[in-house]
T-cell receptor, first 115, second 112 residues
Framework: GAVVSQHPSRVICKSGTSVKIECRSL??????MFWYRQFPKQSLMLMAT?????????EQGVEKDKFLINHASLTLSTLTVTSAHPEDSSFYIC???????????FGQGTRLTVV | AQSVTQPDIHITVSEGASLELRCNYS??????LFWYVQSPGQGLQLLLK??????LVQGIKGFEAEFKRSQSSFNLRKPSVHWSDAAEYFC??????????FGKGTMLLVSP
């Protein structure tokens, strides 16, 4: 299957700083990318959907000014957690789909810890 | 709105025994259905998917699932569980290109 690479896999940052997470499709063009957040022992909750070259669509309750999403190319989307606080600590996972593919391929996830 | 229910939060199965994980969905049209597995601290690995056709779907690692429209179910099965199958399993539904809606997951524990 197609490969989606997410980087970094783990990051620890200080409260008040910003963190950028990258999601890359390595062998296909990802017209749509999704960002999920997973709290401990819970399911994945969709945060936003991004289409290449367009503004991301955020789910209700997700602060777009706090979670900045950029999808500037067909192989890269980034999620920036701005002014991170301990409550932002979580597991963030991206997925991507291509033009002719109804299957979403997932990255490995990023464990963010804000101290 | 689409939704997925996984009624079992935890399931414990003896190694070598059979397994069935339940999944019920709510969706207005013909859904695309998925089962994913997640090991601790890892991303999601697709086990199998149903889009159309044969309602019994074979996946990786010896897993299979059966789509039953009348019951709105897509239960995951494996005839003989291995210790390495211990993980969390997520059922998901989508309408194709749109986003996946996940169930809350079922944690599988395998006893010796």
């Amino acid at each position: 299957g197609a490969v989606v690479s997410q980087h970094p896999s783990r990051v620890i940052c200080k409260s008040g700083t910003s963190v950028k997470i990258e999601c890359r499709s390595l062998d296909f063009q990802a017209t749509t990318m999704f960002w999920y957040r997973q709290f401990p022992k819970q399911s994945l909750m969709l945060m936003a959907t991004s289409n290449e070259g367009s503004k991301a669509t955020y789910e209700q309750g997700v602060e777009k000014d706090k979670f900045l999403i950029n999808h500037a190319s067909l192989t890269l989307s980034t999620l920036t957690v701005t002014s991170a606080h301990p409550e932002d600590s979580s597991f963030y996972i991206c997925s991507a789909t291509g033009d002719t593919n109804t299957e979403a391929f997932f990255g490995q996830g990023t464990r963010l810890t804000v101290v | 709105a689409q939704s997925v229910t996984q009624p079992d939060i935890h399931i414990t199965v003896s190694e070598g025994a059979s397994l069935e994980l339940r999944c019920n969905y709510s969706y207005g049209a013909t859904p695309y259905l998925f089962w994913y597995v997640q090991s601790p601290g890892q991303g999601l690995q697709l086990l199998l998917k149903y889009f159309s056709g044969d309602t019994l779907v074979q996946g990786i690692k010896g897993f299979e699932a059966e789509f039953k429209r009348s019951q709105s179910s897509f239960n995951l099965r494996k005839p003989s569980v291995h210790w390495s199958d211990a993980a969390e399993y997520f059922c998901a539904v989508s309408s194709g290109y749109s986003t996946l809606t996940f169930g809350k997951g079922t944690m599988l524990l395998v006893s010796p």
